[in-house]
């Protein structure tokens, strides 16, 4: 059965600072995704990862996905506090999707 | 502009009440899902749709049904409402979600929260 795993699952940081979020996953798949959910609101698609080795930047945020080691990041660069949010991965089995847990993001100033 | 849409956004019922959730999506999608959300379990998939007619079950599917009768809509019925089934329910529509080299991605709608006493 595949399983997600995210960690940390709540972080807390400071503005300015670099920090990276973890998603492992249990079985062979080559397309992961990434989300992020402000509260009370829906999910936003912030990045679609479909080989090994990938690579996405959008602005201070930069995924990568390793299909060998069933990993793939989110990487923080200089946080602000609009990056604060809840952030999902999610990986894609034969259309069935299974997401993380979730990781609750709060940058402070 | 192209969007999909819940109803209703929120929702209180009683324990053995059947209830349809409403999902709309104006970018004819081929594919729909729906999603529970919890905390600590991220979303989990309940059905989902390639294409009218067609349904299949996903991880949690107990308890709940769907039917595909048109490329735009996917409602979800819990034919005997239980508490446990007390959550945030999500819509989602893609396009191409899983052909090899797609970069589709889902689309959620705002959600309903679904309360069951």
């Known amino acids: 059965e595949l399983k997600v795993e995210q960690n940390p699952l709540f972080l807390s940081m400071q503005e300015g600072k670099n920090y990276t979020i973890y998603c492992n996953y249990s079985?062979?798949?080559?397309?992961l995704y990434w989300y992020r959910q402000d509260p009370g609101k829906s999910l936003e698609s912030l990045f679609v990862?479909?080989?090994?080795?990938a690579v996405k930047q959008e602005g201070r945020l930069m995924a990568s996905l390793d299909t060998k080691a069933r990993l793939s990041t989110l990487h923080i660069t200089a946080a602000v506090h609009d990056l604060s949010a809840t952030y999902f991965c999610?990986?894609?089995?034969?259309?069935?999707?299974?997401f993380g847990a979730g990781t609750r993001l709060t940058v402070k100033p | 502009d192209a969007e999909i849409t819940q109803s209703p956004r929120h929702k209180i019922t009683e324990t053995g009440r059947q209830v349809t959730l409403a999902c709309h999506q104006t970018?004819?999608?081929?594919?729909m899902f729906w999603y529970r959300q919890d905390l600590g379990h991220g979303l989990r998939l309940i059905h989902y749709s390639y294409g009218v007619h067609d349904t299949n079950k996903g991880e949690v599917s107990d308890g709940y049904s769907v039917s595909r009768s048109n490329t735009e809509d996917l409602p979800l019925t819990l034919e005997s409402a239980a508490s446990s089934q007390t959550s945030v329910y999500f819509c989602?529509?893609?396009?191409?979600?899983?052909?090899?080299?797609?970069?589709?991605?889902?689309?959620f709608g705002p959600g309903t929260r679904l309360t069951v006493l």
């Open positions: 999610a990986v894609d089995n034969n259309n069935d999707m299974r």
């Open positions: 970018w004819n999608h081929n594919n």
């Open positions: 079985t062979t798949s080559d397309r």
């Open positions: 990862l479909l080989s090994n080795g």
């Open positions: 989602a529509s893609s396009r191409t979600l899983g052909l090899a080299g797609s970069e589709d991605t889902q689309y």
